[in-house]
């Protein structure tokens, strides 16, 4: 999608100088590591558009896990002035969905009681067998935002996919049914092979 949106017609028809990004979640690596979520939006998309620096706010990934995440959270504040909440509210969200249901680094497991009442977290979390530290954003952000789309792809998700959407509600087990907006809209974007345990 990110390198749809940096070719035409998407590159001269949107207005990207008045675009901010944000980042739902990083692992803790430097901005020029592989693995690292600023880096791969950077090569698929911010490297062709024009956009000021300052409408960039990534997260530190080079930081220590806690600073890395207490940093997010002041430019989160930073951007939110003239709210009353302590990040902005965010007109698009892109989230994905992992195999075994996480969203951004929201994982399945006991919902830490700092989710409840702050907008980044530090997450350590063991994934496809390897350990990440991870600042992700929380449910009380993603919730605020006008619109939230979801793109799913793969038969490896179906399973995960059927039992967020049709499944009993289970939000330890399942992290993508934390996202609820409270004033805006959640829209599913799945392929055929993501869907195929869905009816209907």
Same mark, same amino acid.
């Given at each position: ?63 220590? *896990? ?12 930073? /951007? $939110? /002035? ?14 994905? *969905? ?14 830490? &009681?700092?989710?409840?009442?702050? &907008? ?37 998700? $179906?399973? /995960? ?13 399942? &992290?993508?049914?934390?996202?609820? &907006? ?15 345990? *869905?009816?209907?």
């Amino acid at each position: 999608m990110y390198r749809l949106l940096a070719q035409p017609p998407y590159l001269t028809r949107l207005p990207w100088s008045q675009v901010h990004f944000f980042w739902g979640d990083e692992r803790c690596v430097p901005p020029d590591h592989p693995d690292s979520n600023y880096r791969q939006a950077q090569l698929a998309l911010l490297n062709h558009i024009v956009v000021p620096l300052a409408n960039i706010h990534r997260i530190r990934g080079e930081l220590e *896990l806690a600073a890395a995440a207490q940093d997010y959270a002041e430019q989160l504040e930073a /951007a $939110s /002035a003239g709210s009353e909440l302590n990040w902005p509210r965010f007109d698009l969200v892109l989230l994905g *969905l992992g195999a075994d249901g996480h969203t951004a680094s929201l994982f399945p497991g006991p919902i830490a &009681p700092v989710e409840t009442h702050s &907008p980044v977290i530090a997450v350590t979390a063991h994934y496809e067998s390897r350990p990440a530290h991870r600042v992700s954003l929380t449910p009380l952000v993603f919730n605020m935002a006008h619109d939230i789309i979801f793109l799913v792809a793969g038969a490896n998700k $179906s399973e /995960a996919l059927a039992a967020t959407l049709t499944g009993p509600r289970d939000p330890e087990r399942w &992290p993508a049914q934390r996202i609820e &907006p409270m004033h805006g809209s959640v829209i599913w974007l799945v392929d055929q092979p993501a869907a195929i345990h *869905l009816k209907g």
